[in-house]
Nanobody, 126 residues
Framework: QVQVVESGGGLAQAGGSLRLSCTVS????????IGWFRQAPGKGREGVAC????????YYKDPVKGRFTISRDNAKNTVYLQMNSLRPEDTAMYFC???????????????????WGRGTQVTVSS
């Protein structure tokens, strides 16, 4: 049984930092690209960042470029999202998801990701 578990969310002030973690079990971790997504109240789920199977390549959506960094540790089956210079508009539920080989995972379209966690809430106050 595949499990995806996010952690590290919380309350931060604008300009502050948080580090999210995503641990995956029940699958061959290195065979999956991993993406972070977020969903604010009343809005659709959107991609934030994704990382390749080996961790060599990372892709970011424009709103977070230069502020967020995604990385993975295949020995620990874990992906991280370091979030710096946080803004109130970053407030959302953050989800981690896994996409297998053969999917266009770089597009960060939610439908291309098979396994999802329940999310961790990030709230940024102004």
């Amino acid at each position: 049984q595949v499990q995806v578990v996010e952690s590290g969310g919380g309350l931060a002030q604008a300009g502050g930092s948080l580090r999210l973690s995503c641990t995956v079990s029940g699958l061959r971790f290195r065979d999956y690209a991993i993406g972070w997504f977020r969903q604010a109240p009343g809005k659709g789920r959107e991609g934030v960042a994704c990382v390749s199977f080996s961790g060599e390549s990372q892709y970011y959506k424009d709103p977070v470029k230069g502020r967020f960094t995604i990385s993975r540790d295949n020995a620990k089956n874990t992906v991280y999202l370091q979030m710096n210079s946080l803004r109130p508009e970053d407030t959302a539920m953050y989800f981690c998801a896994a996409a297998p080989y053969g999917r266009p995972w770089r597009d960060q379209i939610p439908g291309n990701y098979d396994y999802w966690g329940r999310g961790t809430q990030v709230t940024v106050s102004s």
